[in-house]
Protein backbone atom coordinates (compact mmCIF):
# COMPACT_ATOMS: atom_id res chain seq x y z
CA UNK A 1 0.00 0.00 0.00
CA UNK A 2 1.43 3.10 -1.53
CA UNK A 3 1.87 6.64 0.78
CA UNK A 4 -1.33 8.97 0.12
CA UNK A 5 -0.37 12.45 -0.73
CA UNK A 6 1.02 14.25 2.26
CA UNK A 7 1.77 11.12 4.13
CA UNK A 8 5.17 11.75 6.29
CA UNK A 9 6.83 8.87 6.27
CA UNK A 10 9.64 8.71 8.79
CA UNK A 11 12.62 6.67 8.48
CA UNK A 12 13.13 3.87 11.54
CA UNK A 13 16.59 2.28 12.09
CA UNK A 14 17.69 3.30 8.79
CA UNK A 15 14.81 2.08 6.29
CA UNK A 16 11.61 3.64 5.34
CA UNK A 17 8.29 2.81 6.87
CA UNK A 18 5.50 1.92 4.60
CA UNK A 19 2.71 4.56 5.02
CA UNK A 20 0.92 2.01 7.27
CA UNK A 21 3.66 1.81 9.52
CA UNK A 22 3.96 5.53 10.01
CA UNK A 23 0.97 5.53 10.33
CA UNK A 24 0.37 3.14 13.46
CA UNK A 25 3.82 4.77 14.85
CA UNK A 26 1.88 8.07 14.66
CA UNK A 27 -1.41 6.67 16.04
CA UNK A 28 0.91 4.94 19.00
CA UNK A 29 2.22 8.63 19.78
CA UNK A 30 -1.53 9.93 19.98
CA UNK A 31 -2.38 7.36 22.33
CA UNK A 32 0.60 8.31 24.48
CA UNK A 33 -0.09 11.86 24.83
CA UNK A 34 -3.80 10.85 24.94
CA UNK A 35 -2.94 8.65 28.08
CA UNK A 36 -0.71 11.62 29.56
CA UNK A 37 -3.63 14.15 28.88
CA UNK A 38 -6.25 11.68 31.13
CA UNK A 39 -3.24 11.37 34.16
CA UNK A 40 -3.23 15.06 34.36
CA UNK A 41 -7.12 15.44 34.21
CA UNK A 42 -7.89 12.68 36.80
CA UNK A 43 -4.73 14.85 39.13
CA UNK A 44 -6.57 18.03 37.96
CA UNK A 45 -9.91 16.32 39.35
CA UNK A 46 -8.25 15.54 42.22
CA UNK A 47 -7.13 18.81 43.00
CA UNK A 48 -10.88 20.37 42.39
CA UNK A 49 -12.14 17.75 45.10
CA UNK A 50 -9.40 19.38 47.28
CA UNK A 51 -10.39 22.65 46.58
CA UNK A 52 -14.08 22.03 47.13
CA UNK A 53 -13.73 20.53 50.21
CA UNK A 54 -11.65 23.24 51.09
CA UNK A 55 -13.92 25.66 49.60
CA UNK A 56 -16.52 24.04 52.41
CA UNK A 57 -14.57 24.81 55.17
CA UNK A 58 -14.28 28.12 54.01
CA UNK A 59 -17.62 28.69 53.64
CA UNK A 60 -18.24 27.72 57.32
CA UNK A 61 -15.35 30.14 58.17
CA UNK A 62 -17.25 32.89 55.80
CA UNK A 63 -20.60 32.83 57.94
CA UNK A 64 -17.99 32.88 60.98
CA UNK A 65 -16.26 36.12 59.72
CA UNK A 66 -19.39 38.00 58.58
CA UNK A 67 -19.78 40.32 61.21
CA UNK A 68 -16.13 40.69 60.99
CA UNK A 69 -13.93 43.70 59.65
CA UNK A 70 -14.65 44.10 55.81
CA UNK A 71 -11.04 42.87 54.83
CA UNK A 72 -11.17 39.65 56.36
CA UNK A 73 -14.20 39.08 54.74
CA UNK A 74 -12.80 40.42 51.67
CA UNK A 75 -10.35 38.01 52.02
CA UNK A 76 -12.72 35.07 52.03
CA UNK A 77 -14.11 35.95 48.77
CA UNK A 78 -10.92 36.64 47.04
CA UNK A 79 -9.82 32.58 47.71
CA UNK A 80 -14.18 32.10 46.70
CA UNK A 81 -12.98 33.86 43.32
CA UNK A 82 -9.67 32.04 43.22
CA UNK A 83 -11.58 28.61 43.85
CA UNK A 84 -14.09 29.53 40.80
CA UNK A 85 -11.05 30.42 38.70
CA UNK A 86 -9.69 26.73 39.45
CA UNK A 87 -12.74 24.99 38.33
CA UNK A 88 -13.05 26.94 35.27
CA UNK A 89 -9.52 26.34 34.56
CA UNK A 90 -10.16 22.48 35.32
CA UNK A 91 -13.13 22.35 32.70
CA UNK A 92 -11.22 24.34 30.00
CA UNK A 93 -8.38 21.53 30.80
CA UNK A 94 -11.11 18.91 30.69
CA UNK A 95 -12.68 20.04 27.01
CA UNK A 96 -8.94 20.24 26.04
CA UNK A 97 -8.48 15.94 26.47
CA UNK A 98 -11.92 15.55 25.42
CA UNK A 99 -11.77 17.37 21.94
CA UNK A 100 -14.07 18.32 20.03
CA UNK A 101 -16.21 17.00 17.59
CA UNK A 102 -17.37 20.16 15.63
CA UNK A 103 -14.52 20.99 12.97
CA UNK A 104 -12.78 24.28 13.94
CA UNK A 105 -13.38 27.79 11.93
CA UNK A 106 -11.16 28.98 9.73
CA UNK A 107 -10.34 31.62 12.51
CA UNK A 108 -9.58 29.60 15.02
CA UNK A 109 -6.94 27.82 12.32
CA UNK A 110 -5.20 30.70 11.96
CA UNK A 111 -5.50 32.12 15.57
CA UNK A 112 -3.68 28.72 16.36
CA UNK A 113 -1.63 28.71 14.10
CA UNK A 114 -0.63 25.28 14.56
CA UNK A 115 -0.65 21.28 14.25
CA UNK A 116 -4.17 19.63 14.67
CA UNK A 117 -4.64 16.26 15.93
CA UNK A 118 -7.61 14.37 14.17
CA UNK A 119 -9.38 11.11 14.41
CA UNK A 120 -11.56 9.76 11.69
CA UNK A 121 -14.64 7.59 11.90
CA UNK A 122 -12.46 4.66 10.91
CA UNK A 123 -9.82 5.39 13.73
CA UNK A 124 -7.42 6.90 11.51
CA UNK A 125 -5.31 9.49 13.81
CA UNK A 126 -3.64 12.16 11.64
CA UNK A 127 -1.45 15.22 13.00
CA UNK A 128 -2.30 18.38 10.42
CA UNK A 129 -0.64 21.26 9.46
CA UNK A 130 -2.26 24.49 9.70
CA UNK A 131 -3.13 24.16 5.29
CA UNK A 132 -4.41 20.70 5.81
CA UNK A 133 -6.44 21.67 8.61
CA UNK A 134 -8.58 24.22 7.00
CA UNK A 135 -8.62 21.62 3.88
CA UNK A 136 -10.12 18.72 6.27
CA UNK A 137 -12.37 21.37 8.41
CA UNK A 138 -14.18 21.75 4.92
CA UNK A 139 -14.37 18.97 3.38
CA UNK A 140 -13.68 16.10 5.63
CA UNK A 141 -16.39 17.39 8.63
CA UNK A 142 -18.65 13.99 7.97
CA UNK A 143 -15.26 11.61 8.22
CA UNK A 144 -13.73 13.55 11.07
CA UNK A 145 -15.12 12.79 14.25
CA UNK A 146 -12.69 14.50 16.79
CA UNK A 147 -10.73 17.13 16.45
CA UNK A 148 -7.42 18.74 19.41
CA UNK A 149 -5.23 21.41 18.67
CA UNK A 150 -1.89 20.96 19.49
CA UNK A 151 1.00 22.44 20.31
CA UNK A 152 4.78 22.83 18.79
CA UNK A 153 5.84 19.88 20.68
CA UNK A 154 2.55 17.85 20.06
CA UNK A 155 0.70 18.50 23.28
CA UNK A 156 -2.66 18.88 23.08
CA UNK A 157 -3.78 22.58 24.14
CA UNK A 158 -6.79 24.49 24.81
CA UNK A 159 -8.79 25.06 22.11
Known sequence: ?????GD?????FGRELTAEEARDE?????????????VEADGLRARAAEHTRTLQ?????????????FDVVAAVRGLYSAHEALLKER??????????????????IAAHNGPWLV??????LAVLDVDDARRAAHAAAPRTVRWWRLTAEGEVCAR
Open 1 to 5: MGANK
Open 8 to 12: VVPVS
Open 26 to 38: RFAAAEERLARLS
Open 57 to 69: DLHGVFEFLNDRP
Open 91 to 108: NDLRAAVAGSETPPTDAE
Open 119 to 124: RREDGY
